[in-house]
């Protein structure tokens, strides 16, 4: 006897608000559906990795020139590079790296590869300075301290408590509270609320007036 009960039927995917496509229609559709709050959170995801995939060799041609510049006239990036040649490192155009990232997020530095610079989240000149000098700190840290970013809470919240205060960022909110979780390095992507601001409380008043390589915060 045949089965009478029908196989279940897929369901529609929701519409979020995206127009796939690289024409000049796509581009102005979605445009104005941003504008008039008529495209999702995913919808406006996916708008952004497309634009993002479009401008990437502008946007590291742009990031890259703004790098060069500061390497060789930003007082605090010339302060940092010196401070880590010191300590045995050498951070410069080569392992400075502008890339398009996938994640919102500016930047990140691993001790292997050295510091990533996300282009296609650069905002402007002081956000790629802000970020360089924010990722130096980090391995400024790396090379002075006996310090493990990727397995050490402690370590990474120290470490991000210097670099927000000492880059010259106001970055305190936008790195440590992100959709209510708190983001210290890419290895420490998620961590309960509880614990982080337990970790943070217990650091924060010897790392906040940690002010090494500086004689003071910087600005």
């Known amino acids: 006897m045949a089965d009478d009960d029908p196989s279940p039927t897929p369901e529609k995917q929701k519409d979020n608000g995206f127009v796939p496509g690289d024409n000049y229609i796509a581009r ?40 060069d510049y500061l390497l060789t006239y930003s007082p605090v990036i010339r302060f940092m590079r010196q401070n880590i040649n010191k300590l045995g490192g050498d951070l410069n155009s080569d392992n400075i790296r502008c890339r398009r990232c996938d994640a919102l997020q500016g930047g990140g530095f691993e001790k292997s590869y050295g510091i990533i610079l996300c282009a296609n989240n650069m905002r402007n000149q002081g956000h790629v300075e802000d970020t360089i000098a924010h990722e130096m700190v980090h391995a400024y840290d790396q090379l002075r301290f006996d310090v493990h970013l990727d397995t050490n809470l402690r370590h990474a919240a120290c470490s991000e408590i210097r670099a927000s205060t000492l880059s010259g960022e106001c970055r305190w909110l936008r790195e440590f509270w992100t959709k209510g979780q708190y983001k210290f390095t890419q290895q420490f992507q998620e961590c309960d609320d509880v614990q982080a601001a337990k970790v943070v409380n217990e650091v924060w008043d010897s790392c906040f007036p940690d002010t090494r390589p500086f004689d003071e915060v910087y600005r």
């Open 28 to 67: 102005w559709t979605n445009y104005f559906r941003l504008l008039t709050n008529r495209m999702s959170y995913e919808g406006t995801l996916q708008w952004k990795k497309d634009r993002d995939i479009r401008n990437e060799k502008a946007d590291c041609a742009t990031c890259e020139k703004q790098r």
